[in-house]
């Protein structure tokens, strides 16, 4: 599941299932598109650090994409350093 966010445009969802005909990054490609995005601009993807995501997005566009772990799971992964402290 994902959620894509363009200025001036309402947010648009997408979904996928292993057993769908439809690849992922075709998936992911129409809903970038219906956001207005074109080859060649910038795509950010927030997630919980699996890198499949982003695999998929930069399949998706057909470029590189820049990979940014979400402030939630950042936390997460600080406080198991914290509880080592202790």
Known sequence: M???EASGRSPSHFATMPNVKTARHQT???????????????????????????????HAANSNAVHILDWFHGSMRVQHLLADRW
């Open 28 to 58: 992911i490609r129409a809903c970038l598109r219906t956001q207005g995005w074109l080859p060649g601009r910038e795509i950010v993807v927030f997630s919980d650090g699996d890198p499949s995501l982003a695999d998929a997005v930069r």
């Open 2 to 4: 994902g959620r894509l």
